[in-house]
């Protein structure tokens, strides 16, 4: 009798223990795939989304912003504020403070020097740091002590959560990858491939440009997490590949940016191993156009550089009438249905950033011509414009992707229909978005007339993203051509704003000036020219539980709290 | 005497047609791939709407009177984009073929007969025939797409490109197998003969042994047209290749993936069409063959 009812116990015991206590490993594998595959772990070195999503599984900000848009803190005990003492009073300085006890996942500690270190990589003149956005007006990095680190800026900084927050800036540890300061950056290759993180998982193998192998980090902070064991990321192939493996077929728990036209995801979701779930953001479908010449007669180096400006789209009425003959709620019927919208703006969200001006929206083929009649381009024998031996002929590239290809042919055809001749180009995305200085179809190059991709900015503050419009941060030979400001756009008096814009603390007058640069490089000026806000889709499988859809950080951002619905 | 002058004298080519005409395969081969040329050639004559021309209000329409093949979703007319497509399919099959033969035959010719060139035309063959096709055509599309375009426009620009590319590449089978006959033929009497009444080099290749090797030239020039198709397709189906909104056979079938349960028909046209091409181009070859070779004449 007795041992009966110990071995009952003891039974009972058993069954109950998975649900009392998750254990780091329990829910075995989990299979991600990226269609667009992640060619470095490092995103201080690339741009480029599916990189940075990427290296979130292994390296962590100090904070992340969650669902909301709210900052959450991952390696600070909590996000510094003016109420908490955080943040200085003339909001010159922040100081965050690091979780004790922390350990990367070699088993050394992390200390504030790895904090002061990766400012110091990012911020190295020689380097080309593709998120220097994110330093923009830092002054210094100090280590108070062993774990606090104080930011101080130049001037009074009213959003300091730009160091060291969001996927694009994380902490990167300090004895790996000292030697790799400036110029030398990118010949680390062994650590911008694998980098030791704090996050949930570690590299275990990673194979540039096809597939990433992690296992669970063993000196993860939370003895419980992450739930699984090993994870794969699998990089390349298409949407729509991504979107039936998840969604159809369910070999895999989740498809990151399944951009496909809706009739063909709806009819995938039939399959009933998964679900496409869309959330909107930031996420801007635009079209940039290059304000320098990329005519490849010109030598290599001085291509789409500041130093040629471009023969005809320097002309504001040429570029205004580009935007006016497109129609984008016929694109957004016809490319994304419930996960699109029209915009005119380059910050869609928030909405006390949203400048909302609505007169991009309709579609004015007349106007168009008018503005170019009356700008002095006059139709030639061959319906295509010129002026002064100028033709108006371009080039218009964009990634490979059905919905993009289906939106050239249709915007070709209205700027025929307004007398330009335009030449379509597509490029693999894995090399349109990988960054490679060494690669003629990168979209930093930009060696085409115009090109088509989609960007956004994470968090919930657009100053960054605004402050990467700025003239200094054109991708060049000089900057290993990385650099955000795609356009080229040069405009003193936007500097000028993007300046005081970091001057200013009120958050009304913030939100001013934020439409100001926003409408003066998409609707007074049209050297960026939004289509779409889009709305991010992933595909979910039905056994994936604990994923949150993010719109203002890395896709992987919660991955630590992921498991697997039995 | 009068016996001999009654039956007319029959020409050589005369007894290739008749011994082709017996070959079913082959002259169903033939008729269908001039049936094919004709469509694509001359129908844009009759069926004038333009392949790239995006009519939005007709999207994903399936066959009718105004639409024979349907519309795909942007509303172009398949029909248009199909013949489009064949035309710069074939053209590329044809031409690079065209590039080819005359590649492989030469190199062939020249290694076989003089013993001197032998080796090093050999190894160049090796040397190629070991270069992964893909992986190159992909540098050379990224090394010379710009220069070309910027040359000769986007269009013929990219069909110098890849007609140049596929070409290039594709010649070593051919250079080898005639290669093989010439040496063969080299020691046979005629050739011996004909030497020995003072047949210049030059001659001798152009009248005793090219006249020989033809009918292996000619299966490997189908072979070559059919291989052309077929690498055009996967260069325009990997996205490179023609730019995205000219319509080829591949870049047909590439877009169509995507629709592939709905709108099945999209990616049957364009696979039909490939399939048909290149088997009715075999058959035409085997025919030809056939035809050509003496010893296999009227047997």
């Excluded at chain 1, 990766?118 to 830092?138: D, I, R, S």
């Excluded at chain 1, 070709?412 to 307004?418: A, L, R, Y």
């Excluded at chain 1, 007074?524 to 056994?543: A, F, K």
């Amino acid at each position: 009798m007795k041992t009966k009812s110990l071995l009952l116990g003891a039974v009972t015991a058993m069954s109950l223990a998975p649900a009392a206590f998750a254990e780091r490993g329990a829910d075995g594998h989990v299979n991600v795939i990226y269609w667009q595959a992640p060619s470095i772990l490092n995103p201080y070195l690339s741009g480029g989304t599916k990189d940075l999503d990427a290296s979130a599984v292994v390296i962590e900000p100090l904070g992340r912003y969650d669902q909301d848009g709210n900052l959450v803190p991952y390696l600070a005990t909590e996000i510094p504020t003016l109420e908490n003492g955080g943040v200085s009073a003339d909001l010159t300085s922040i100081t965050w403070k690091l979780k004790p006890g922390l350990l990367w996942s070699d088993g050394s500690p992390l200390t504030s020097a790895d904090v002061v270190f990766t400012a110091e990589y990012c911020m190295h003149p020689e380097g080309g740091c593709a998120q220097l956005a994110k330093f923009e007006g830092v002054d210094k990095v100090e280590a108070i002590d062993d774990l606090s680190v104080k930011v101080t800026f130049k001037e009074a900084k009213p959003n300091p959560y730009g160091p060291f927050m969001g996927a694009q800036a994380p902490i990167i540890q300090k004895a790996q990858f000292a030697e790799c300061l400036g110029a030398k950056a990118p010949e680390c290759t062994s650590a911008n491939f694998g980098p030791i993180g704090t996050g949930a998982f570690r590299v275990t193998e990673f194979r540039p440009n096809d597939v990433i192998s992690f296992e669970a980090n063993p000196n993860y902070r939370d003895a419980a997490k992450p739930a699984f064991a090993t994870m794969t990321l699998k990089g390349g192939g298409d949407a729509t590949a991504a979107a039936r493996s998840v969604l159809e077929t369910g070999e895999f728990d989740l498809a990151w940016n399944l951009q496909l036209a809706p009739d063909v995801l709806a009819n995938m979701a039939k399959g009933g191993k998964g679900e496409a779930r869309s959330g909107f953001g930031s996420l801007v479908e635009r079209i940039m156009v290059n304000m320098t010449n990329p005519d490849p007669a010109l030598p290599e180096g001085e291509r789409s550089t500041a130093k040629h400006p471009h023969p005809f789209l320097s002309d504001v009425a040429v570029r205004q009438a580009l935007s006016l003959a497109i129609d984008r709620p016929l694109l957004v019927e016809i490319g994304y249905g419930q996960a699109g919208r029209p915009t005119c703006d380059l910050v869609p969200a928030p909405a006390i950033y949203v400048s909302g001006r609505t007169e991009c929206m309709t579609q004015d083929l007349a106007g168009a011509n008018k503005l170019l009649d009356d700008a002095g381009w006059a139709r030639g024998a061959d319906g295509v414009r010129a002026k002064d031996g100028v033709r108006l002929k371009m080039l218009y590239q964009t990634s490979t992707n059905a919905v993009r290809q289906d939106f050239q042919a249709l915007i070709k055809q209205w700027w025929e229909e307004i007398g330009f001749e335009v030449e379509l180009r597509n490029v693999s995305a894995s090399v349109f978005f990988g960054g490679d200085p060494g690669s003629p179809d990168t979209f930093q190059k930009f060696y085409a007339d115009v090109q088509m991709y989609a960007n956004n900015f994470d968090g919930t503050d657009p100053e960054a993203y605004m402050a990467a419009q700025t003239c200094d941060k054109a991708p060049r030979p000089e900057t290993q051509w990385q650099g955000e400001n795609i356009s080229r756009v040069c405009i003193p008096e936007y500097d000028a704003k993007v300046a005081e814009l970091g001057k200013t603390g009120d958050v009304a007058k913030r939100a001013e000036l934020v439409k100001e640069l926003n409408n003066m490089v998409t609707n007074d000026s049209h050297m960026i020219i939004p289509l779409v806000d889009r709305g991010r889709v992933t595909g979910v499988s039905n056994t994936l539980g604990g994923f949150v859809l993010n719109t203002w950080d890395s896709e992987l951002w919660n991955i630590a709290d992921w498991t697997r619905i039995k | 005497m009068t016996d001999v002058l009654s039956t007319p004298p029959r020409s050589q080519w005369r007894d290739i047609w008749d011994q082709f005409k017996s070959h079913r395969g082959a002259l169903i081969g033939g008729v269908v791939f001039m049936s094919i040329v004709v469509v694509v050639f001359l129908g844009p004559l009759i069926w004038t709407i333009d392949p790239t021309h995006v009519e939005i209000r007709a999207r994903n329409k399936s066959p009718s009177f105004s639409y024979p093949f349907g519309t795909d979703q942007l509303g172009r007319d398949m029909l248009a984009r199909m013949m489009a497509g064949g035309r710069v399919s074939i053209s590329v099959g044809l031409t690079a073929m065209a590039l080819a033969i005359t590649l492989g035959s030469s190199v062939g010719l020249l290694a076989g007969y003089f013993r001197k060139l032998d080796w090093p035309l050999m190894r160049l063959t090796e040397i190629f025939q070991s270069l992964p096709l893909l992986p190159l055509l992909l540098v050379m599309v990224t090394l010379f797409r710009e220069p070309l375009a910027g040359a000769f426009g986007p269009e013929k620009g990219t069909f110098i490109l890849i007609v140049g590319a596929i070409g290039v590449t594709s010649w070593m089978a051919t250079a080898r197998i005639v290669r093989g006959s010439v040496l063969a033929l080299k020691e046979r009497e005629f050739v011996l003969a004909a030497r020995s009444i003072g047949t210049t080099d030059f001659k001798m290749i152009l009248r005793h042994i090219l006249p020989n090797v033809i009918s292996p030239i000619m299966v490997s020039a189908t072979l070559g047209i059919a291989a052309a198709i077929i690498t055009e397709s996967a260069l325009s189906f990997l996205g490179l290749g023609f730019p995205p909104d000219f319509p080829t056979w591949g870049r047909l079938l590439y877009d169509a993936v995507d629709y592939m349960q709905q709108y099945p028909s999209r990616v049957i046209w364009p696979g039909v069409a490939i399939s048909l091409t290149v088997l009715s181009v075999n058959y035409l070859g085997d025919g030809l063959r056939d035809a050509l070779d003496p010893r296999i004449r009227g047997r």
